[in-house]
Structure formats: C-alpha cells, structure tokens
C-alpha cells in the first residue's frame, strides 16, 4: 500500500465536513419539530432565552443547539451580545414552508434512512426486497414534502404545458389519475388549478393514501373532483383517462413495464401519460455529481429495496436515466415517448398510445 499524505489529509478534510453534515441532520429535524427555525425567521438577533421563551423549551439545550448552528454557519452569531440570527436566505431554505426551495422534507427522509439502516444492511445480505410501508414514517411525510416545492414551482406552469394538448382538455374538463401519488400534493395542485377536471390518485400505501384524503379535505375539494384510493398501479380502476401522471414512482414499482401496459390500457386513445423521474444521465459516469450522489443514495436505501420487494423486482433505481425509462414505456405498447421538459432535478416524459 501506498499511501499520499496529501491525498489522504485532503479525505480527512473532506469527512471532517462531511461528519459535521452528518451529526447536523438530527439537529435539523429537531429544527425544523420544534419549530425553532420557524421562531427565528424574521425575529432579528436573539438570546437563547429569548428563543426558549418563544418555542417554550429548555434553554441550555436552546444554547448549544444554536451554538452548533453557528459553527456550522446556518446560524449568525454576534458574540458581542451573544445573541443568534437566522438569514432570511435560510428561512427560506428551512422554515418557510410555502418557500420553493424548502428543504425540510429532505431532513425528514434522511432521518427515516438512518431510522432504516439495520432493514436495509439485512437486506443487502439475504438480497429480499423492502416494500415502501416498510420504512420508518417520517419517509411518507417527508417525501411529500421534498417534493412539493417543485411540484408546486413546475407542474402547472411548465411541465402540463409541455404536454401535448393536455392543459386545453384539463380545461374544458377530462379525467386525469395520479399514480403513485403518496400524500398526493401533485394530484391536488392539478385539481386546484383544473376546476373542470376530475382527478383520481391512487398508491398502494394505505398510510398515504389516508394522508392525501386528509390533505383533500384540508383544501375543501370534494370527492366529487378529487378522490384518493388503494390501488396498485397494476390494478387501479377507471378507463379512458384523458392523462395519467406518474411522479418520481415509475422506478419504485417492482415492475414498471406491467404498470405501463395496464396505464396504456386506462389511457383514452388519445391520451397522455406522463412520467417525472429524478434527473439523471444514462450513464453512472455522468451522475457522479451532488444530486447523483443524493439520488443513488436514496435509490440503495429506499428506491432499489421498494422495487425488489413487488413482482418482477425489476430494480430500475432512482437514477434510471432516459433510455431506461423510453425501453420500459415501449415494452408497455407506447409508440410514442419524447423528453418533454426538464430541471435540474427532475426529468419529465410523455408517453402516447
Ligand atoms: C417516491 S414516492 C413518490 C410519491 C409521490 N408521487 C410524490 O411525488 O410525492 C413513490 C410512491 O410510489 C408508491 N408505489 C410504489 N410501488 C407502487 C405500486 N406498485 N403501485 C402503486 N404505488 C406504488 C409508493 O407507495 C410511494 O407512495
């Protein structure tokens, strides 16, 4: 063995930030649950007895959470008072929740990840699959949340209107099913904006599903126009559907080519489905960058178990990349499949009978 002392110092350099980024991601999820960012967006310098106060917490540990913000730079610390302020650059990023660059879901399914690790080192080991209801529950929760900003920036503004012809039907009124749908904030941001239309989601989680109709009644949207059911994406009822949507789940089903053919025979002849994966290059040399890296890991802890626990167990992985992703929608019957928008962290597909 031999070993270069400067590359070695540079990968001790590069774990210390790395171990520090680590140890933060309970500090943030306890953040993010005892609304501590929240009190502090937009409250100016505080004490730490001031931020107690206002969160109804114990003060020493209020101190050393802040000072482990302050060292590592989430927080600004005045030591000629001793008083804490949080940018408003990173309210926005932790404790606005309305904010498009929230990533406080993305705290939430880290945590579940590390909550999981003993299910999915044993998995490794006997190669079984582990089912999504499987994880620890703040994956649900927290995935829906990570998610929804984009959703929220992209879908109706840009992704629908990339389609062909489908924002003029959802217009006049169609019916549209969501699959793979979670909590279902793509589902009900479509039917917000389509109050024409007729939105069904479907997953096969039941936990989900329950929070997606809790999330409907919140927004006041009736049955009648947004309804949410138990259903595999093999299996889910309905026909002659005007669109069918699939978010970031076409590569967490076990197989994606089975849950294509049933979604081309749902699919009005004329209709549209539509695929959001995370963004990714056809190949792992061209995704060894950060949201590669984020993606891939996601994929070994959740996405690639969660497929091999359902038939076939095809494994896509959540880096699957376009071809991938064009050979399961052929093999399903489509005859048509072009790339029809994209952001840095999604790519979006449509699909024609
Ligand atoms: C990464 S989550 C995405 C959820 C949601 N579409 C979103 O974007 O927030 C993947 C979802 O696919 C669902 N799923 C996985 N396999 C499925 C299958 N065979 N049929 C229906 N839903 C499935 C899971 O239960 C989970 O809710």
Redesign the pocket.
């Known amino acids: 063995m031999h070993i270069d002392q400067a590359k070695l110092e540079a990968f001790m350099g590069r774990l210390l930030q790395e171990m520090g980024a680590a140890m933060n991601v309970g500090l943030v999820n306890i953040g993010d649950q005892l609304g501590l960012y929240k009190a502090m967006t937009g409250a100016g310098w505080l004490t730490p007895a001031e931020l107690a106060a206002k969160t109804e917490t114990d003060e020493r540990y209020i101190l050393e959470w802040l000072s482990s913000q302050a060292a590592g730079q989430f927080v600004d610390y005045d030591p000629s008072t001793g008083k804490f302020r949080l940018p408003d650059e990173h309210a926005m990023a932790l404790a606005i929740e309305e904010s498009p660059c929230n990533v406080a879901g993305a705290y939430n399914v880290i945590a579940s990840t590390i909550k999981d690790q003993e299910l999915i080192a044993d998995a490794f080991r006997t190669g079984r699959g582990v089912g ?2 499987e994880h620890h529950h703040s994956l ?1 929760a927290g ?2 949340r ?3 900003p984009g ?1 929220r920036t992209h879908l109706v503004n840009e992704w629908l209107p990339a389609l062909t012809g489908v924002v003029d039907k959802l217009n006049q009124g169609a019916a549209a099913a ?9 589902t009900l941001l479509m039917a917000q904006a389509f109050p024409k239309s007729q939105f069904f989601g ?4 039941d936990g ?1 599903i329950e929070g997606a109709r809790r999330r409907a009644a919140d927004a006041g949207i009736g049955a009648h126009r947004l309804s949410f059911e138990v ?4 299996a ?1 009822p309905g026909s002659a559907y005007s669109l069918i949507t ?4 076409l590569h ?4 994606p080519v089975g ?1 294509a053919r049933h979604i081309r025979q749902a699919l009005d002849p004329d209709g549209v489905f539509m695929i ?1 994966e995370p963004f990714a290059y056809d190949s792992l040399e061209n995704n060894i960058n950060p949201i590669g890296r984020m993606f891939y890991s996601a994929s070994t802890m ?2 690639t178990p ?2 091999r626990a ?1 038939e076939v167990g095809l494994a896509l992985g959540a880096q699957a990349g376009e071809e991938k992703i064009r050979g399961v929608v052929m093999a399903a019957g489509f005859t048509r499949f072009r790339r029809a928008t994209q952001t840095p962290f999604n790519l979006v597909f449509e699909a024609r009978p």
């Open positions: 999504w209801h649900f995935t829906d990570f998610f929804r959703y969501d699959v793979g749908c979670g909590f279902g904030s793509s479907f997953d096969y989680h989900s259903a595999s994406a093999k889910f699939v978010f970031d789940s967490d089903m076990g197989d849950a959001v959740v996405c969660g497929s359902q």
